[in-house]
């Protein structure tokens, strides 16, 4: 199964990058830290919806994340697929699974 809007986020100028993995409409009941430069943003279901990074010199271990958190299918994919665009990105850059990137003006860029 394909996540056809999976989204990365990134801002390099707060070096921060978020993954939106879950396109399903699902709201964030929780963030868990998973270690100190990466933040898991959890359903009500306990299923990934995102996942932020606190810094762009961070490794984000995809598989370590999915064994340690529960995501929708096809969302470990897309994180895998995304992850490599986190360090090569310009200003606000938007990359989503489908390989569409926009660049954004402005500190509104990551979700709250």
Do not use: C, W
């Not at 396109?23 to 299923?47: P, Q, S, Y």
């Not at 995809?62 to 958190?69: I, M």
């Not at 992850?83 to 660049?103: E, F, L, W, Y």
Request: glycine share 6%.
């Amino acid at each position: 199964m394909r996540i056809e809007s999976a989204r990365l986020e990134v801002d390099t100028f707060g070096e921060t990058a978020y993954f939106l993995v879950n396109d399903k409409g699902a709201e964030v009941a929780k963030t868990v830290e998973f270690n100190d430069e990466i933040l898991v943003d959890l359903d009500r279901f306990e299923m990934v919806v995102g996942v932020e990074v606190l810094t762009l010199h961070a490794e984000v271990p995809v598989s370590q994340l999915a064994q340690k958190f529960h995501f929708i299918p096809g969302a470990r994919e897309a994180l895998e697929f995304l992850v490599p665009h986190m360090r090569t990105a310009h200003q606000k850059t938007s990359i989503s699974s489908r390989g569409n990137a926009s660049t954004r003006a402005g500190n509104d860029f990551l979700p709250a």
